[in-house]
Nanobody
Framework: QVQLVESGGGVVQAGGSLRLSCAAS????????VGWFRQAPGKEREFVGAIIKSGISTYYADSMKDRFTISRDNAKNAVYLQMDSLKPEDTAVYYC??????????????????????WGQGTLVTVSS
């Protein structure tokens, strides 16, 4: 089974950029779609976006598509979340998750019966004003 570890979180000023990484262990990483989620203090977990197994296509929540970009490098067993023009309301713990089925990731926060197979432990992003 794949295991995921996020990194790259930290403190950034509003308007700045940050790139998060999701490193995977296991030789079957390329058979998983990967999604990014975030959870702000006192709020429910929110879907950010996801990328298919090959990395050719991505899918974003409407509120995220203008400033966030997901990419992956299967040779490095890694998925990235590039975040630009950051705002204080982007402050949250960011998680990556993997599942063989993209749809499972897309509806993970709206369908209680959709549970991604693997979750990372999260990395904190703090955007200061």
């Amino acid at each position: 089974q794949v295991q995921l570890v996020e990194s790259g979180g930290g403190v950034v000023q509003a308007g700045g950029s940050l790139r998060l990484s999701c490193a995977a262990s296991g030789r079957t990483f390329s058979t998983y779609a990967v999604g990014w989620f975030r959870q702000a203090p006192g709020k429910e977990r929110e879907f950010v976006g996801a990328i298919i197994k090959s990395g050719i296509s991505t899918y974003y929540a409407d509120s995220m598509k203008d400033r966030f970009t997901i990419s992956r490098d299967n040779a490095k067993n890694a998925v990235y979340l590039q975040m630009d023009s950051l705002k204080p309301e982007d402050t949250a713990v960011y998680y990556c998750a993997a599942d063989p089925v993209l749809y499972t990731l897309v509806v993970a926060t709206t369908d209680k019966d959709s549970n991604p197979e693997v979750w990372g432990q999260g990395t904190l992003v703090t955007v200061s004003s």
